[in-house]
Antibody, heavy 119, light 109 residues
Framework: EVQLVESGGGAVRPGGSLRLSCGAS????????MSWVRQGPGKGLEWISG????????RYADSVKGRFIISRDNAKNSLHLQMNSLTAEDTAFYYC????????????WGQGTLVTVSS | EIVLTQSPGTLSLSPGERATLSCRAT???????LAWYQQKPGLPPRLLIY???SRAAGIPDRFSGSGSGTDFTLTISRLEPEDFAVYYC??????????FGPGTIVEIK
């Protein structure tokens, strides 16, 4: 069974940093591109970053470019998102999802981790 | 930049009725690059349809996708109680790489 489990969310002050992690199991991790998708409270979905199989290719949404860094550790079946210079607009549930430019859709989603940016 | 719009914003129907949800893109989208998701309160989205018309694993055949170019449709042939939820379309393109529509709420009438 495919499982994606996020961790690392929480409350942080504006300008602060947070690192999200996602543990993957039930599939061959290094055969799949991975992404992060976020959803503000009561809002729609926003893809924010993706990383290819061997971490050779990464992309970011304009809203997070230059502030967030996506990475993966295929040996540990884990995905990470380093978030810097956080603002209130980054407050959202962050979902780890399987999929990137290798298949054009997201077929498995984690339960999400909530990031709250507030003073 | 490709922008997706969905209509209607809210669809009020009864169980057993047919639901037709629309997703329109500002530029042509390849069929391979169009997907649909269902989201229930407190849960992450679930993939329903990929490549415009292919059902994801485990999705009942009452869900079907169609369309091409700039106009795509998700049809639920006969609504079951568990189908009342929010539905999003999603495209893969150049910038942004992925984008979602604003969603259609399917509510019980």
């Amino acid at each position: 069974e495919v499982q994606l489990v996020e961790s690392g969310g929480g409350a942080v002050r504006p300008g602060g940093s947070l690192r999200l992690s996602c543990g993957a199991s039930g599939f061959k991790f290094d055969d799949h591109g991975m992404s992060w998708v976020r959803q503000g409270p009561g809002k729609g979905l926003e893809w924010i970053s993706g990383i290819y199989l061997n971490a050779g290719s990464t992309r970011y949404a304009d809203s997070v470019k230059g502030r967030f860094i996506i990475s993966r550790d295929n040996a540990k079946n884990s995905l990470h998102l380093q978030m810097n210079s956080l603002t209130a607009e980054d407050t959202a549930f962050y979902y780890c999802v399987r999929g990137y430019a290798d298949r054009y859709y997201f077929d498995y989603w984690g339960q999400g981790t909530l990031v709250t940016v507030s003073s | 930049e490709i922008v997706l719009t969905q209509s209607p914003g809210t669809l009020s129907l009864s169980p057993g009725e047919r639901a037709t949800l629309s997703c329109r893109a500002t530029q042509s989208v390849s069929n391979y690059y169009l997907a649909w998701y269902q989201q229930k309160p407190g849960l992450p989205p679930r993939l329903l349809i990929y490549a415009a018309s292919s059902r994801a694993a485990g999705i009942p055949d009452r869900f079907s996708g169609s369309g091409s170019g700039t106009d795509f449709t998700l049809t639920i042939s006969r609504l079951e109680p568990e189908d009342f939820a929010v539905y999003y379309c999603q495209q893969y393109g150049s910038s942004p790489l992925f984008s979602f529509g604003p969603g259609t709420i399917v509510e019980i009438k």
